[in-house]
């Protein structure tokens, strides 16, 4: 039986309304018919405008990320009488849902994370069927070169300036989060949460450690492993690109000149990674069992990736034959110079790992396995 199912984004598809359109292609394929209504998300009167398309359309299904139906209702400021709870709910996580979830689910929620080991916290708050849905390729074709990216080493991410969030901040307190943050680099396998639980600001004394601090604190310790990284390869033809908050970090390093802006990551990236002789790749805090798209769309469009190990990297690639993953600062230097010197080595490994992820590591795959977890459960 056909079905149907709803989600909204931004106008400009900023945020998640690429992802969303990502499944909804392929439920399209499925046979569901697909509603996306589009407004200016920071614009007050855009809530009465989705409240009005969600209620006229009537879906079977509603796609969410990082957000549960309850905050959905919250947001869009929906009566609890007007509220569609017959609808089914399909909520996929794509950051660490600590962030995010603050209450039991509804009883027709399907939730899914991007990494599985925070399946266990997920299925704590009872939804109604709890999977994992990893990232995957989300292009088809090899990037072209372009002059313009070539270079022997770069790296496309982000960072996020706090520093007037930390002005606030009484000395003390600066203190202990720059000692959660440096505990949390040194135990990637725990979260803030527990960190600081194991770790008080004084003896017998807990901090609450509530989503917005964890939140703070996660982009603290992203902010300070990208940046210490690159700092130890400036010997290196390097070149950062990403959003503007790295001119306001870099501004007394001498990274600074390796920055080069901000890249479109739907027409240059791939052209980035495909110009760049080696693409580094510094993975999120929050992958603990998972990988980033990075790690998939890079080799499709030609690149060469190093990423950072991460325990669940052997599940999805062969390591050394199907992508190449470094583990230290002086393991990846090392890394860096032996893959520069012999570029056959670099062309057959994106070969190889092109075609394991054109074979294994599609949204098309993702979706039909997430269709199988919702599919059991409905049927069970």
């Known amino acids: 039986m056909s079905q149907s199912i709803w989600t ?34 920071l614009e007050p009167a855009s809530k009465p405008l989705l409240c009005q398309h969600l209620l006229e359309k009537k879906p079977d299904w509603i796609l969410l990320i990082n957000q549960s139906a309850s905050q959905l209702y919250e947001y869009l400021e929906i009566p609890d009488d007007l ?27 399907y939730v899914f994370s991007f990494d599985d080991t925070y399946l266990d916290f997920i299925k704590q708050h009872n939804p109604h069927a709890c999977g994992c849905l990893p990232l995957a390729c989300d292009i088809n074709s090899t990037g072209t070169f372009d002059s313009r990216f070539s270079c022997d080493l770069s790296f496309v991410g982000g960072v996020i300036d706090q520093s007037k969030r930390r002005a606030q901040l009484p000395p003390q307190m600066q203190s202990y989060i720059d000692r959660l943050v440096e505990l949390q680099l040194e135990n990637r396998d725990k979260t803030f949460f527990q960190i600081a639980e194991e770790n008080p600001i004084e003896p017998g004394k807990q901090i609450n450690i509530n989503a917005l601090v964890a939140h703070y604190l996660y982009w603290e310790a992203n902010n300070l492993r990208r940046v210490k990284v690159l700092e130890e390869l400036q010997e290196f033809d390097l070149r950062i690109y990403g959003n503007q908050d790295w001119e306001i970090m870099l501004k007394d390093s001498p990274l600074i000149n390796c920055f080069y802006g901000p890249v479109d990551p739907i027409n240059e990236l791939p052209k980035v990674f495909a110009s760049s002789k080696i693409n580094l790749n510094i993975h999120s805090v929050q992958c603990r069992g998972s990988l980033n798209q990075r790690d998939f769309n890079a080799p499709v469009a030609g690149g060469f990736l190093l990423s950072d190990w991460v325990p669940a990297a052997g599940r999805f690639f062969d390591p050394g034959r199907e992508s190449i993953f470094w583990s230290s600062v002086d393991d990846l230097k090392n890394k860096i110079a032996y893959y520069l010197k012999y570029p056959k080595e670099r062309r057959r490994i994106i070969k190889q790992g092109r075609d394991r992820v054109l074979r294994d590591h599609t949204y098309p795959q993702r979706i039909e396995n997430a269709l199988q977890v919702i599919n059991q459960s409905i049927s069970a």
């Not at 909204?8 to 509603?35: C, I, M, N, P």
């Not at 709910?89 to 929620?109: A, M």
């Open 8 to 41: 909204y984004s931004d106008g400009e598809d900023r945020g998640f309304g690429l992802f969303k359109r990502l499944v909804f292609q392929q439920l399209q394929a499925h046979g569901w018919q697909t509603w996306m209504a589009s407004a200016p998300l």
């Open 83 to 109: 509220r569609p709870h017959d609808a089914k709910k399909w909520i996929w996580y794509l950051d660490d849902p600590h962030f995010y979830i603050d209450r039991l689910f509804e009883s027709n929620e």
